[in-house]
C-alpha cells in the first residue's frame, strides 16, 4: 500500500515537474508526443531519443565551441571567417531538428537566435547564443535527468507492487 | 528566443505594410498623372486671368478697329467736302481772276490803243455792272491809272478833280499816282483815290506790273463794308509786250491799274451756303504766304467745333506771291460709335463668360477629382486595412494555436494526475474552455480564409449517413441533457456516397444543429437531409393537395412534428414529411431493377437540400435580416445567455455558397427555427470500387441483422420515421404501429394467419411515451403481457422489447423494467452505429471486435504491418523520433544517416515500401536524393519494360513513395517537394495524427503491398 501511494506521489511529481518544463517554456507538446510513442514494443522510448539527443548536443555543442574560437582567432580573414560561420550554421540546423524532435521548445529558439547572429556574421552575438544556448542546454539536461530519476523511481515502486518483465529494463538507464 | 522570432515577424509584417502602402502610393501617382487638368491646377487662376486680359486685349483691338474705320470713313467724308469746296473756290476765285484780266484787256484796247478813249466812266460802270455775273466773287472793280508826278497836275486838270489818298486827304508828292478813273457803281467810292496811298495798295501794285499777272493782297478790312477780303490788281500796258519782257520793260510799259476787291467773307459764305452738308462743317480759309503767320480770310479763328479732326486744302488763286489754303472742320464732335461699343462689349461679355465657364469647370474637375483622389485612398487604405485585418487574424489565430495547444495537453496531463473532484471539476471546466476557445480561433481562422478566398474544398468521398450520425453524437450529452429530441434522418434515394469536403459539410451541420441545440429548451431538433429535386416535387404536389387538411391541423393543436411541437417551417410536418416516406418505400421496392437507372439519369451532381428544424426560442423579426453578417448575434443579450460569437452562421453562409448552395431559414420568435440548406456534391463513381467501398462501408454497419423483423410501437408518424429509417440501415425490416393496440392486432391476433412466417417481429422497438402513456390510460400493460404470451409461444420467445426514450429516470427505468422492457433503452439521439451495439447485446448476436478505442489502435498498427520503411535523416534524434512513430504504426524500420546512404540502401531491387526522408542534409539533401532514386527507378523499369520480363510488379513499376521531412510548412518547399518527384510530406516535428493522416493517405490508396 505503502508502495503503491509512493508510485502514485512519484507520477504527480513527474507530472508537477513536467507541468513546470511547460510552463517555463523549456518543453513544448512534442515531448508529449514523443511519450505517446512509448508503448509496451519500446517501453524505454522516450529515455533513449533523450539520451541520444544529450549525445549529439555534447558532440555539436564542442564542435559549436571550437568554430567559434577559430573565427576568434582568424577574424580578420574574412573569407576564412565565413567558412566557420557556414559550418556554424549546418550545426546549428542539426542542434534545432533534434531540439525540436524532443520539444526542447527554449533550447530550438536560442539556436534560432544563435543562427540570426551567425548569419549576420555577428561573433559577440554568436558567443553569447553560445552562453545562452550552454545555459539552456544544462538547464534541460538536469531537469529531464530529473525526470527520469522520477520515472525510475516510480516504475521501481511500481514494479514491486505489479511486477512486470519488461520494465526492468528502465532501471539501467543511463541517459 | 520566442520574442526574437515575434519581433522579426513583426519586422518583416511592418515591411509588408510599408510595402504596400508604397505600392498604392504609386497606385496613385499613376493614376494623377494620366490626368492633364490636375497637373495644371495652379494654373488655372492664371489661365483666368489671362484669359480676362486677352478678351480684353482683344475687344480693345475690336473697339479700336472699328473706331478707326468709322473715323476714317469721317476724315474722307470731309476731305472729299474740304476738297469740294476749295475746287469751287478756287474755280471762281481764278474765273473772276480771267475775267479782270479780260477786263484788263479790254481797257488797254479801247483806253488807249482808241484816241480817244472809248471808254468812259458811265460805259465802264455800265459794262462792269452788266458783267458783273462773271466775278461773282469780286464786290466790284476799279481802274486807276499810273499817274507820274510829273504829270499830276495835268491830270488834274484834265478829270477836274484832284487826286486823294485813301483817307480822303491830298496825297503827299511822290513819283507816281494811281487814281482811280474808272470804276464799278458798287465801289464808285474809291473814284478819284490814290491806290497808291494803301500799303496793300502799293504793294499790289509794285508787284503786279513788275511780274505781269494778277496779284492779290493779304486779307484785310475792306473799305466800305469792313469784311475781310483781298484784293486783286492786274496790270494794263501801253504798248503790246512781248512775251519775254523784262521787268524793267513791264515797269516801263504800265499804263494803269486794274484792281477788284474780293469781299472774301461774304462771297465764301454765299459759294458755301450753295453746297449740301453747309452744317456740318466749318470752313476756314487763310493766306499763308508768310507760312509763320497765316492770316484768316474768311471763318473764325476761335476754335469751336470738333478740333481732333481738322483738314486742309490747297487753294491756288494762280498768284505766285501768295499762297492760300483752306481748312475744314466738323462743325460737331464725332458722335460715339455705338454698334462699335455693342459688339465690342458683346463680346467681352460672351468672352468673361466662356472664361467663367471654363474656369469653374476647371475647378470642378480639380475639385471632383481632389475628392475622388482621397476617396481612392480611403479606398485603397480600407482595403489595405481589410487584407492587414486578415493577415492579423490568420497570424494571430495561429500565434494563438499554438500555446493554446500547449494549454490543452497541460491540461490533459493535469487531468491525468490524482485530482481532487474541486481541482478536477475546475481543470475539466479550463479544458472545455480551452477546446472552446480553439474551436473560436479554428472558426475565426475560417472567416478569414474564406475572406481571403484562400479556402479550398476538397474532393474525397465520405459517407453522409455516418457523417451525420457522428454530428448527431457530437450533440448528443446536450441534448439528452436538456431532454431535447434530436434526430436525423435522410431520404433513401440520396446516395451512400458522395463526393465533396466532409469537413467543411460537417462544419456546417454542425453549425446549425449546435446554434438550434444551444436555443432550444423543449421540443425537438431534426436534421433531415433530401435530393432537392425530390424535395421540390414533394412540395408541388402537396401546394396541390394540402390546402383542405390546414384548418383541420391548426384546430387538433398537435402538430405533426418531431415532438409535436410547433415548428416554423410547417413544410416539415408529417403532412409532408409522409410523401418522402411513401416515396422512399416506393423506390425502395423499386430499386432493385429501377434504381440504378434512374441514379444515371440523374447526371454526376447531386443537389442536397439540408434541413435543420428546432423549436427554440427563434429569431426576433428585426433580428433576421443580419443574422448571416459576421459577429452579430440575434441581439445583444443573446450572447449574454447562450454565449458564442455569432461568426459560425456567416462561416456556414460562406461555405454553403462554396458547395454551390444557399441557406435560408425560416423562423418564428417562441416557435423555432428552420435552417434550410442546399449543397451540391458529386455522386460517386466508379461502380467496381463503388461495391468495395459499400463494403467497406456496410461493415461500420454489422450486416448481421440483415433480414430481421422489428416492430416500431410509436403515435408520432415522424419519429417513427426516422427510427425506422437507422432500423433499414441496418437491414432490418419495419413495420410502423401507431400504438400498442394496433401492434397487438398486427401481430398477436393475426400470428395465426401468418403462420408464424416474417410477420413475426424479432424486435420491438418503443418510444417511452407511447408505452407510458398507455399505462396511464389504465389500458392493460401490453408488452408484458405479450411477453408471458412469448413464453408460451416459441415463435415470440425471440421478440425483444426495447424502450427508446430522450432521457430517464432511474425511476422510470424500474417501471420500464416491470413492464417488461428489460431487454435495454435505447437512449436518443438515435444512430445507426449505437442501435447496431444495443441490438448486438440484446440479441447477442455478432460477436465482432469490440467497438471504440481498441478498434482505432487496431486501424493504426494494422496500417503498415509488416511495411519495410527507410527514414533518411542525418539528425540521429529526430531518425529515432520518426522510427519510433512508424514503429508504433507497425512498420519496420530501417534508418540511414545520409542521402548517400539512403541511396545505397535503395539500389534496386529493394525490399522497402517507403522512405521517409530529411530535406536539409549535409552532403547530398532529401531533393537530391529523391531525384536519383527516381533515376535508379526509371532505369530500372526501361530495363525491366525492354526485357518484359518482371510483370508482376505492377504496371507503374518501381516507384517508392516518398515522403519529405520537413521542419518549415512553406507552400514553396511543398511545390519543390512535388517537383523531385516526392509523393508527400510530414511537417517536422511529428505528430502522431498528422504522421497516420499522411501515411494512410499513401496505404490506404494501395491495399495490396508489395511484399
Not at chain 1, 60 to 78: F, I, N, P
Not at chain 2, 215 to 221: D, I, L, Q, S
Request: charged letters at 25%; one cysteine or more.
Amino acid at each position: 500500500m505503502l508502495v503503491g501511494f509512493g508510485a502514485e506521489r512519484l507520477g504527480a511529481d513527474m507530472n508537477r515537474l513536467l507541468a513546470l518544463l511547460f510552463h517555463q517554456g523549456v518543453l513544448d507538446e512534442q515531448f508529449l508526443q514523443l511519450q505517446q510513442l512509448e508503448d509496451e514494443t519500446s517501453p524505454n522510448f522516450v529515455s533513449e531519443v533523450v539520451s541520444i539527443f544529450f549525445h549529439e548536443s555534447e558532440k555539436l555543442l564542442t564542435s559549436l565551441r571550437s568554430l567559434l574560437m577559430m573565427v576568434e582567432g582568424d577574424h580578420d580573414q574574412d573569407h576564412e571567417g565565413g567558412l566557420e560561420y557556414g559550418k556554424i550554421g549546418v550545426h546549428l540546423n542539426q542542434f534545432m531538428g533534434s531540439s525540436s524532435s524532443i520539444g526542447a521548445k527554449r533550447v530550438r529558439n536560442v539556436c534560432l537566435a544563435f543562427r540570426a547572429a551567425s548569419d549576420h556574421h555577428n561573433r559577440h552575438g554568436c558567443l553569447r547564443a553560445l552562453e545562452q544556448l550552454e545555459h539552456e542546454y544544462c538547464y534541460l539536461k538536469n531537469k529531464l535527468h530529473e525526470f527520469f530519476q522520477l520515472e525510475q523511481q516510480k516504475v521501481l515502486a511500481a514494479g514491486v507492487r505489479y511486477p512486470m518483465n519488461h520494465y526492468n529494463n528502465n532501471i539501467n538507464i543511463n541517459s | 528566443m520566442g520574442a526574437n522570432a515575434k519581433l522579426q515577424q513583426q519586422q518583416l509584417s511592418q515591411f509588408h505594410n510599408h510595402h504596400l502602402l508604397q505600392e498604392y502610393e504609386k497606385q496613385i501617382g499613376s493614376k494623377t498623372a494620366s490626368f492633364s487638368v490636375q497637373a495644371y491646377r495652379k494654373w488655372i487662376p492664371k489661365a483666368l486671368v489671362g484669359w480676362v486680359m486677352v478678351t480684353c486685349g482683344i475687344a480693345l483691338w475690336l473697339y479700336s478697329y472699328m473706331d478707326d474705320d468709322g473715323r476714317l470713313r469721317r476724315k474722307e467724308l470731309l476731305q472729299s467736302m474740304c476738297d469740294q469746296r476749295a475746287r469751287m473756290l478756287q474755280d471762281q476765285f481764278i474765273a473772276s481772276v480771267n475775267h479782270v484780266h479780260a477786263l484788263a484787256i479790254l481797257i488797254s484796247t479801247f483806253h488807249y490803243f482808241k484816241n480817244p478813249s472809248a471808254i468812259d466812266q458811265e460805259m465802264f460802270a455800265e459794262y462792269t455792272a452788266r458783267t458783273a455775273f462773271e466775278r461773282p466773287l469780286l464786290t466790284g472793280v476799279a481802274y486807276s491809272e499810273r499817274v507820274p508826278d510829273s504829270e499830276r497836275e495835268e491830270f488834274e486838270r484834265k478829270y477836274g478833280w484832284t487826286i486823294k489818298t485813301m483817307q480822303r486827304e491830298a496825297p503827299p508828292i511822290r513819283n507816281e499816282y494811281a487814281p482811280v478813273i474808272l470804276s464799278q457803281e458798287t465801289v464808285s467810292y474809291l473814284q478819284s483815290i490814290d491806290m497808291m496811298s494803301g500799303e496793300e495798295d502799293r504793294e499790289n501794285i509794285v508787284r503786279a506790273r513788275s511780274t505781269g499777272k494778277a496779284v492779290f493782297t493779304g486779307p484785310f478790312r475792306l473799305l466800305g463794308s469792313n469784311h475781310l477780303g483781298v484784293v486783286l490788281t492786274f496790270p494794263v500796258y501801253k504798248p503790246k509786250l512781248p512775251s519775254s519782257s523784262t521787268v524793267q520793260q513791264r515797269i516801263e510799259a504800265t499804263a494803269g491799274y486794274l484792281g477788284g476787291s474780293f469781299d472774301v467773307e461774304s462771297l465764301v459764305e454765299n459759294l458755301l451756303g450753295k453746297l449740301a452738308g453747309n452744317q456740318a462743317i466749318l470752313v476756314n480759309v487763310y493766306d499763308v504766304t508768310n507760312s509763320s503767320d497765316p492770316l484768316i480770310m474768311y471763318g473764325h479763328e476761335d476754335q469751336e467745333g470738333d478740333t481732333s479732326l481738322v483738314l486742309e486744302s490747297k487753294l491756288d488763286f494762280q498768284d505766285p506771291f501768295r499762297k492760300h489754303k483752306m481748312v475744314c472742320r466738323y462743325h460737331d464732335n464725332a458722335s460715339w460709335n455705338w454698334s462699335a461699343i455693342i459688339t465690342t462689349g458683346l463680346f467681352w461679355m460672351v468672352g468673361i463668360l466662356i472664361g467663367y465657364i471654363f474656369y469653374g469647370a476647371g475647378n470642378h474637375i480639380v475639385k471632383v477629382e481632389d475628392e475622388f483622389n482621397e476617396m481612392e485612398e480611403l479606398k485603397s487604405r480600407a482595403e489595405a486595412a481589410d487584407i492587414a485585418k486578415s493577415q492579423f487574424l490568420a497570424m494571430v489565430s495561429h500565434e494563438i494555436r499554438t500555446p493554446m495547444n500547449g494549454v490543452l495537453g497541460m491540461l490533459a496531463l493535469l487531468l491525468d494526475t490524482d485530482l481532487s473532484s474541486t481541482q478536477r471539476d475546475y481543470a475539466q471546466t479550463a479544458q472545455a474552455c480551452g477546446q472552446a476557445l480553439i474551436t473560436l480561433i479554428n472558426e475565426v481562422l475560417d472567416r478569414a480564409k474564406i475572406e481571403a478566398g484562400k479556402l479550398d474544398l476538397e474532393t474525397v468521398p465520405f459517407h453522409l449517413r455516418s457523417l451525420l450520425d457522428d454530428v448527431l453524437s457530437l450533440f448528443s450529452e446536450k441534448s439528452r441533457n436538456k431532454s431535447i429530441e434530436l434526430a436525423v434522418f435522410v431520404s433513401d434515394n440520396v446516395p451512400e456516397l458522395v463526393v465533396g469536403d466532409p469537413g467543411r459539410f460537417r462544419q456546417v451541420i454542425t453549425n446549425l444543429v449546435g446554434n438550434s441545440v444551444k436555443f432550444t429548451e423543449r421540443g425537438h431538433i431534426f436534421l433531415r437531409v433530401h435530393l432537392e429535386e425530390h424535395a421540390k416535387a414533394v412540395k408541388n404536389s402537396k401546394s396541390n393537395i394540402s390546402s383542405p387538411m390546414d384548418g383541420e391541423e391548426s384546430d387538433s393543436r398537435q402538430f405533426g412534428t418531431l415532438s409535436a411541437l410547433e415548428a416554423a417551417d410547417e413544410w416539415n410536418s408529417w403532412d409532408t414529411f409522409k410523401y418522402f416516406v411513401a416515396e422512399e418505400g416506393f423506390t425502395m421496392k423499386d430499386s432493385s431493377n429501377g434504381g440504378t437507372t434512374h441514379e444515371d439519369a440523374t447526371g454526376n451532381l447531386v443537389t442536397l437540400r439540408v434541413c435543420v428544424e428546432d423549436t427554440g426560442i427563434g429569431i426576433p423579426l428585426p433580428a433576421q435580416y443580419r443574422v448571416f453578417m459576421p459577429f452579430v448575434q440575434a441581439d445583444s443579450s443573446t450572447s449574454r445567455t447562450y454565449g458564442g460569437t455569432g461568426i459560425g452562421l456567416s462561416i456556414s453562409k460562406s461555405l454553403v455558397e462554396l458547395m454551390g448552395g444557399q441557406i435560408k431559414f425560416v423562423s418564428r420568435p417562441r416557435v423555432g427555427s428552420t435552417f434550410t440548406f442546399t449543397a451540391v456534391l458529386q455522386r460517386y463513381q466508379g461502380n467496381d470500387v463503388n461495391n468495395a467501398e459499400k463494403k467497406r462501408n456496410a461493415e461500420d454497419l454489422p450486416s448481421s441483422f440483415r433480414g430481421l423483423k422489428a416492430v416500431i410501437v410509436d403515435a408520432k408518424p415522424v419519429r417513427a420515421a426516422v427510427t425506422r429509417y437507422h432500423l433499414k440501415r441496418l437491414g432490418i425490416v419495419v413495420e410502423v404501429a401507431s400504438s400498442i393496440k394496433v401492434a397487438a392486432t398486427m401481430f398477436g391476433e393475426n400470428d395465426t394467419l401468418a403462420a408464424g412466417k416474417n410477420s413475426q417481429p424479432d424486435i420491438v422497438l418503443m418510444e417511452k411515451d407511447a408505452c407510458f402513456s398507455g399505462e396511464e390510460h389504465g389500458s392493460p400493460v401490453w408488452p408484458s403481457d405479450w411477453k408471458q404470451n412469448g413464453n408460451k409461444n416459441s415463435v415470440r420467445k425471440f421478440a425483444k422489447m426495447i424502450l427508446i426514450a430522450t432521457n430517464i429516470s432511474n425511476w422510470e427505468v424500474e417501471r420500464a423494467k416491470e413492464a417488461g422492457f428489460e431487454d435495454t433503452v435505447i437512449m436518443k439521439p438515435l444512430r445507426a452505429s449505437m442501435m447496431a451495439a444495443c441490438l448486438h447485446q440484446v440479441l447477442g448476436t455478432g460477436r465482432k471486435k469490440s467497438q471504440g478505442k481498441g478498434s482505432s489502435n487496431y486501424l493504426q498498427s494494422s496500417l503498415l504491418c509488416g511495411k519495410k520503411i527507410l527514414v533518411v535523416d542525418d539528425n540521429r534524434v529526430n531518425q529515432r523520433v520518426a522510427a519510433g512513430a512508424l514503429k508504433k504504426f507497425g512498420a519496420n524500420v530501417e534508418c540511414a544517416d545520409s542521402g548517400k546512404a539512403a541511396l545505397e540502401l535503395l539500389q534496386i531491387p529493394h525490399g522497402f515500401d517507403a522512405c521517409f526522408m530529411d530535406i536539409q542534409m549535409p552532403e547530398m539533401d532529401g531533393f537530391e536524393a529523391t531525384r536519383q532514386i527516381r533515376q535508379m527507378e526509371e532505369q530500372a523499369n526501361e530495363k525491366s519494360g525492354a526485357e518484359g520480363s518482371i510483370v508482376e510488379d505492377g504496371e507503374d513499376g518501381w516507384h517508392l513513395p516518398v515522403l519529405a521531412m520537413t521542419a518549415d510548412v512553406v507552400q514553396a518547399t511543398y511545390e519543390e517537394c512535388v517537383k523531385c518527384g516526392m509523393d508527400g510530406y510530414v511537417s517536422k516535428p511529428f505528430e502522431e495524427q498528422k504522421l497516420h493522416q499522411a501515411v494512410a493517405k499513401f496505404f490506404q490508396d494501395k491495399p495490396i503491398s508489395r511484399s
